[in-house]
Nanobody, 115 residues
């Protein structure tokens, strides 16, 4: 399975970024998808989870600032990140909670938020 996240970069506190992730997961529509991030020196954590139908849930740390979405036809997931904070810095990955046992995390994308 290929997982390719993109869209990261360096942004100032309060700024916005939009991440995208293309996958080769098939059939994509039956998999729950999620965004994870790993801050420097910390464990990877769940940021947002997107149900098969598109509804999303968020960690408390990003709720109200991030919006996750998916396109089942294109097999992609997006993460719109607004009001970014320094603690949002990290490498962001997309994956499916149902596929984590494979140990495949694909290529993440680095987000750096600076003041």
């Amino acid at each position: 399975v290929q997982l390719q996240a993109s869209g990261g970069g360096q942004v100032q506190t309060g700024g916005s970024l939009r991440l995208s992730c293309t996958t080769s997961i098939t059939p994509f529509s039956i998999y729950i998808m999620a965004w994870y991030r790993q801050a420097p020196g910390k464990q990877r954590e769940l940021v947002a989870q997107i149900a098969r139908g598109g509804s999303a849930t968020y960690s408390n740390s990003v709720k109200g600032r991030f919006t996750a979405s998916r396109d089942n036809a294109k097999r992609t997931v997006d993460l719109q990140m607004n009001s970014l904070k320094s603690e949002d810095t990290g490498v962001y990955y997309c994956n499916s909670p149902q596929l984590l046992s494979s140990g495949n995390w694909g290529n993440g994308t680095l987000v750096t938020v600076s003041s």
